[in-house]
């Protein structure tokens, strides 16, 4: 057992680890940074811009990053430790994980016994930010350790350079004579270059005119630089100013500077400029090469004179010069551009026949034409060539094209095979490819191919794609929402759409289908959830999607839910059916909920709807019979003012019978208040209601108001109230009430003598 504890403690102490292994290299000579290339070598950059010029039998010089063979890491065997990580290794792990502090000085300084010429350089190459290789580089200088050299200057001014820490590399250069390092035009070419690429052409034409000042010499590789960077932004003014003065200095220009000035007046757009150039190259003896016809070829194309640019890669030809990839793939671009496709594809027959395999650009070039024309056919073939070569394009809005076209074309099994190909290319498909299919697949009813794109989207979550720049149209998203939301898929929908919206979507199709998905399906809480989130934000909600949530409440038997709906309905400015009222006023009455029917009602008489109003007496029956009179009265009066009809008699009546006096009594004030017409018999009724629950003085009180209406022609019932009034001891109110009926009845002959005196 101990033996075996042994051999597993070995086991993970010389356990091994794999290290990148950067050679430590001396550098006893200059080695350039640089390396030119010819076009033949590189394809070109981008479908609508050929790269400046360059040359690769000028300015080339060995790489800076190569490695012996035998150093190249090894596997390691099994029983042996492994090669130590090397020192200059460990110092970048060291600065990348921690910030520049004395403390992390002190560390390297404690793990380093001398600071050499190939360490300091391998530190400085390794390093993974500019920050810390340019703290590194002062500080091993400031500190005593190392004097640096030309080859570490040259590093760290590229360093700073790539990260346009442009100043810092400016200050350094310049500082170099005063720790006894001399600069050269290599030097100052790099710089130059560096402001270029970040766009600041001022700063790189005074640094070449300080080359003069101080002393340095410029050679054709200076003012190469100069003529790429002030070409590439259009200054192409001052670019012939270099250009005359680079001649009264006596350097003659060479194939490589014609080429550079060429592209950037092509890119100016100065064609005649560009025409005399190459005329005053040839005068001068200096034969284009494939890079020159590749440029002036490309200059046609961009003036859409395909005739010349014909006869230039005629000329070419007829040169020996053999046309390179570049070559074809510019004339095709020209021909895709003019509308020319079939050109475009005998010339790509043409460059295979010879040998020469188009590249990714060929193919980009030669697609979107192909799908303009509506040559399908030829695009489906290229594609399968793409994949069988697997080249991908750059610009990847090709597949968007060739998805949309396919589909136009009504070849859905080509268009699909276009995702597939993306796929196997390792291109990110995005929600815009997935929405083009999905839609064109809804369209033919091929809602089953539809699903199972649909689910590949909502498993994956590409639509939550950060990356992701091409969004689905709503054409796309609503046709496969609709489907869902009527064939019993309303859950699916929402968790489809639930990720469109963390997108930012808001379409109020898709909204309102939601809910009447759920309504149906009879899910009114999941309905009205979509509704509060339309809600919160401000997405308009159908009129429609409200009743049929409404109904899903009502059929569910939540007549409460479906009020809320039927308010929020309301105050979204739509005027519900009167239908809508009715059902849910029954649905609540039925449920015993009379005042909440009661507001119903109420909001239906604020809307002027006037069909349906059926239900109408018998809620104002419930209200008053359960002692909720006040509300009634209110609503009573809310209906006689918007025109509509309550007749008082039938309330009176079943108020009496069913023995509700103090309604009844209320009823009867409120209708006399208002002089609403009531008949005598309810007058009567609630009389004789009051008289036999014992209330003489409610009855009293309410007879002597019918008394000041006019209301009362027959005393003869009145005896039984004067008798309980004096009984109860109400002896005054008792005597009024006589004298009342006395003068009644006098009033009454008086009326009948003058009636027989008339006669």
């Known amino acids: 057992m101990s033996s075996l504890m042994a051999s597993l403690t070995l086991s993970k102490i010389y356990k091994a680890r794999l290290y990148p292994i950067i050679p430590r290299l001396s550098l006893p000579y200059f080695i350039s940074p640089f390396h030119f290339c010819t076009l033949t070598q590189d394809p070109v950059s981008t479908v609508t811009e050929i790269p400046p010029p360059s040359s690769q039998h000028q300015y080339e010089n060995e790489s800076l990053n190569g490695a012996p063979e035998n150093q190249k890491q090894q596997r390691i065997m099994r029983g042996k430790r492994p090669n130590p990580e090397k020192l200059e290794d460990i110092i970048c792990r060291m600065m990348a994980s921690r910030a520049w502090t004395t403390r992390l000085q002190n560390s390297i300084r404690d793990l380093v016994p001398e600071f050499d010429h190939s360490l300091v350089y391998n530190v400085l190459h390794g390093a993974r930010n500019s920050e810390h290789a340019l703290q590194f580089f002062r500080w091993v200088e400031r500190a005593g350790f190392f004097q640096h050299d030309r080859e570490t200057h040259m590093k760290i001014i590229e360093i700073l350079g790539r990260a346009a820490k442009l100043n810092h590399a400016r200050c350094i250069l310049l500082d170099m004579p005063k720790k006894g390092v001399q600069w050269d035009e290599d030097m100052f070419v790099v710089l130059i270059e560096s402001y270029g690429k970040a766009g600041i052409v001022q700063e790189a034409v005074k640094i070449f005119q300080k080359m003069a000042e101080l002393g340095v010499e410029r050679s054709i590789k200076s003012y190469d630089a100069l003529f790429k960077v002030i070409l590439r932004r259009g200054r192409y003014m001052m670019a012939k100013r270099f250009f005359n003065k680079m001649l009264s200095e006596g350097i003659e220009p060479t194939r490589h500077t014609y080429n550079i000035m060429l592209w950037g007046f092509f890119l100016s757009l100065r064609f005649e ?226 990720q469109l919206m963390k997108k930012g979507v808001q379409d109020p199709n898709a909204f309102n289908n939601l809910i009447r998905g759920h309504s149906k399906e009879g899910c009114p809480d999941s309905a009205f959830e979509i509704m509060k989130i339309m809600g919160r934000r401000g997405v308009p909600r159908d009129a429609d999607a409200y009743m049929l949530l409404i109904e899903s409440y009502l059929r569910k038997g939540e007549p409460a839910d479906a009020k809320t709906a039927l308010d929020a309905m309301i105050d979204e400015g739509h005027v519900p059916d009167s239908s809508v009222f009715r059902s849910v006023m029954e649905s609540l009455f039925e449920d015993g909920r009379v005042q909440t029917a009661s507001r119903v009602m109420k909001s239906m008489v604020d809307k002027g709807v006037k069909e349906n109003t059926d239900l109408v007496p018998k809620i104002l029956e419930a209200l008053l019979t359960r002692g909720h009179v006040e509300e009634a009265l209110g609503r009573i009066e809310l209906l006689m003012h918007s025109g509509y009809h309550v007749n008082f008699d039938d309330l009176l009546s079943v108020l009496s019978e069913k023995g509700k006096t103090i309604a009844a009594l209320k009823l009867l004030d409120f209708a006399l208040e208002r002089d609403f017409n009531v008949d005598f018999k309810s007058y009567d009724k609630v009389l004789d209601a009051l008289l036999a629950s014992g209330k003489t003085l409610n009855a009293y009180s309410i007879l002597c108001k019918i008394t000041e209406k006019g209301g009362v022609t027959d005393w003869s019932s009145c005896e039984d109230l004067i008798k309980s009034l004096n009984q109860e001891g109400n002896t005054k109110q008792a005597d009024i009430l006589s004298r009342m009926i006395k003068g009644g009845e006098k009033s009454r002959e008086n009326k009948k003598g003058k009636k027989q005196a008339a006669v």
Do not use: W
Request: proline content about 3%.
């Open 273 to 498: 400029t560009a025409m005399r150039f190459y005329e005053d190259m040839k005068s001068r003896g200096i034969s284009p090469d494939v890079v020159t016809y590749n440029t002036m070829i490309n200059g046609y194309f961009r003036f859409r004179k395909m005739e010349e640019a014909e006869k230039v890669f005629v000329e070419m030809k007829g040169k020996n010069i053999a046309p390179t990839v570049i070559s074809y793939t510019t004339m095709i671009k020209g021909y895709v551009a003019v509308d020319r496709v079939d050109d475009g594809l005998r010339l790509l027959e043409e460059m295979k026949s010879f040998g020469i395999n188009p590249n990714a650009q060929t193919y980009s070039t030669l697609l979107p034409g192909l799908c303009s024309a509506g040559k399908m056919t030829e695009a489906k073939e290229i594609l399968k060539e793409m994949v069988a070569r697997h080249l991908a394009p750059k610009d990847n809005s090709i597949f968007m094209s060739l998805l949309s076209s396919q589909c136009k074309a009504g070849d859905l099994r080509a268009a699909e095979d276009v995702l597939k190909a993306m796929i196997r290319l390792s291109i990110p498909t995005e929600a815009g490819h997935y929405g083009v299919l999905i839609e064109n697949f809804c369209k033919a009813e091929e809602y089953d191919r539809a699903m199972k794109l649909l689910d590949k989207l909502i498993e994956k979550e590409i639509i939550l794609r950060p990356q992701s720049n091409m969004e689905m149209e709503s054409s796309a998203y609503n046709s496969m929402i609709q489907y869902l939301c009527s064939h019993g898929q309303t859950g699916k929908a929402e968790i489809f759409f639930r």
